[in-house]
């Protein structure tokens, strides 16, 4: 499995999940279709379904036109509100890309309740690393939309602190290597924010580094990465529960409602 990020808009990501077994590709929220077309021709590879994280404009926008370039492939997604969909998922479901490529879809409602992420293993290729001991291509994708973002997390459109919670513990139980693909590239003011709410975290100075050195963030970061440095993902934590002025029995879902809105808030 290859994942090929294509920057769209300001600061939107498509994708395209390429099948090497099989030279197929399925594209995530194909905003922009003919600079999609334009990645899978330099690759070499035949475009056979779309991938919809949910159905705000900056991500389903282009499936319209997407379907018109690519007449009768699969576009899935997690309600019609997301234009030219053909394929309704919900959580749970699974579906193949290619020969080796099996999706299965994980509900998260919240930032929009049609919220689904895609998590994608490659049966061809065993689980592996860079050379740096970074995430290899048989570690497993999950595609998130706004769902996760880089150490942070989409505001809650449609939802509550409690959905946005258990979307994160579904995430969460994802193997430690799967490596995250999100929406947006928000990783610096992600950052920004997360050291006001928890400065001593070294893990942070690590993704430090990374926003230094890379551009494009995506690709680079994991699952287990996340629960290290996402500040939404460690409610429990003394820094977490300081700046959120936690009482001492007050719930997670309350916490995460009171994160974001600290987050929303945030000018830094």
Known sequence: MRVIPIPVRKDNYSYLIVDDTANEAAAVDPYTPSKVK????????????????????DHSGGNQEFAQLYPGIPIYGGSHQSPALTQLVKGDDQFTIGNALNVRCI????????????????????????SDGGPGPGD????????LFIAGC???????????????????????????????EYTAANLRFARTVDPQNAALARLGELVAQH???????TIGDEKEWNVFWRLASEPVRAATKAEPDESPSVIMD???????????
């Open 38 to 57: 334009e990645a899978a021709d330099q690759l070499g590879v035949r475009v056979v379904a779309g991938l919809t994280t949910h159905h705000h404009h």
């Open 107 to 130: 509900a998260t409602p919240c930032h929009t309740q049609d919220s689904i992420c895609y998590y994608v293993t490659d049966a061809a290729s065993p689980s592996s690393s860079t």
């Open 140 to 147: 497993g994708a999950v595609f998130t939309g706004d769902t």
């Open 154 to 184: 989409g505001l809650f459109f449609e939802g509550t602190g409690a959905e946005m919670h258990a979307a994160f513990e579904r995430l969460a139980a994802l193997p430690d290597a799967t490596v995250a693909y999100v929406g947006h």
């Open 215 to 221: 551009a494009v963030t995506v690709g680079h970061t």
């Open 258 to 268: 009171k994160l974001r809105t600290l987050k929303s808030n945030f000018k830094g």
